[in-house]
């Protein structure tokens, strides 16, 4: 088999292989390897290497084989992760400069089981600095480019972790997502990612060095190829927590639907205080028709009982005040003048940052009992509709822009300028309330730049917004590997 057959195939695939005795552990990684020298230099994804590591790992995962040992279902596939997540050897500055000797005593959790079942961590990939931005790029390790145009950014903070996957220079990555850190750069590069319930998954290890609280909304989930291989990386790393370990365990829930058929869809394509790219909205509706002519029950009305420009309003609040503890103490008693100015009833979006980075503890009390209020109204919602499929961003992926505060930077939807911030709401929409949501390829816009959707199912619906996903590949496509990586 030649190895340009393999080289982007999903990563369940190349451990059936490899158990198999088809292709060898070494085999995989020397080649990914070799992807890593002639892509990587065009793209900068791959920013650390354990190459020696990973070769005597490599070596024993063959050995075992020999011997008739199978170590996990991910027996010798070779993985990088994002730069974020702590890697026992490896640096984890999260992109900071001052964090660049940064060695961890152990690794992540997550990490830590993806090795127990046979995976071979060989590399990390780029993310932006301290994580904060749609864009990958930091003074550490420069910037990373779109596989699919490099003028264009992969998104960010997984950034480097989807370049990796769409380029081919790894078979499965770990990112993590706050305000969409998964799924926009899933979208913008292609591939599969998939944000999880509100710590099925424990973020332990993936915290900025020094710290060990784990922020609010804030979750840890596979970035992969295929939807096969995001339950696989799932049913792997889900869990608790070291110290909760002791106590409790994980049990997933199965999906019940067999066939698309069998799925109850509800679907939300624009808002007016989110606007969407025609671009978008178009290829959405598309999978709305497919759908629809596979006999799907489809419902473009349905949404749960509040408004959604309630819940953007709130995800912010809650977000901004979930990063506060990241703002250095002059910034945040300047944004508190700021806020003690504001007139009493003011609330434009231009005035959200400073009144929510300072909100006092009674205020976050009444918008975290507002969003318990919203998670109960999503768990009537998901009584008579299994997936709701949404936009993942308003566009796909820009051209780069570095300059400025990353978030005060405009996006130009449908020939108008508006603010980055007023596409938070598709990631905030499901993650204010704890809900999964994969994120899946459905095409390609007229410039060649990649479309994904976005498919929020009820909490701990894990498997079943995965399943959808797995389904809706059978009918339209999956994973398409970019023009300039697809051979060899």
Sequence with gaps: MAKSDWALRPASWLAAEIRAGHIGCREALEHYLERIERYNPRFNAVIQLDAAGARVRADAADQALARGEILGPLHGVPMTVKESFDVTGMVTSWGAPEFKDYRPARSAVCVERLAAAGANVFGKTNVPYFLGDLQTYNALYGTTSNPWNPAHTPGGSSGGAAAALAAGMTALEV???????????????GV?????????????????PGRQTMPDLAAVGPMAR????????????????????????????????????DFRVAVLADTGHAPVDAVIRDRLQHVVEELRRAGVRVDERARPKFETAEADRLFHRLLDSALSARVPEDSYREMQRQAAALPAGDDDPATWVPRDVTLTHREWLIANERRQQMRVLWEEFFQEHDVMLTPVAATVAPTHHQS??????????NGVEMPLRRQFFW????????????VAPIGTSPDGLPIGMQIIGPEYGDLTCIQFARLLARRIGGFQPPPACANG
Aim: proline share 9%; aromatic share 6%.
């Design 404 to 413: 400025g505060e990353p978030f005060d930077r405009m996006l130009t939807v």
């Design 175 to 189: 990112g993590s997502d706050i305000a969409s850190s998964i799924r926009v750069p899933a979208h913008y590069c």
């Design 427 to 438: 990631c905030g929409y499901p993650a204010l309330a704890h809900l999964p949501a994969t």
């Design 192 to 208: 599969y990612g998939h944000k999880p319930t509100y710590h099925l998954i424990t973020p332990r290890g993936q915290q900025a």
């Design 226 to 261: 295929s939807a096969d291989d995001l339950a696989l990386a799932l049913r792997v790393m889900a869990g608790p927590d070291r110290r909760d370990a002791a106590a409790w365990r994980v049990r997933l829930l199965r999906p019940g639907q067999r066939r698309l058929q």
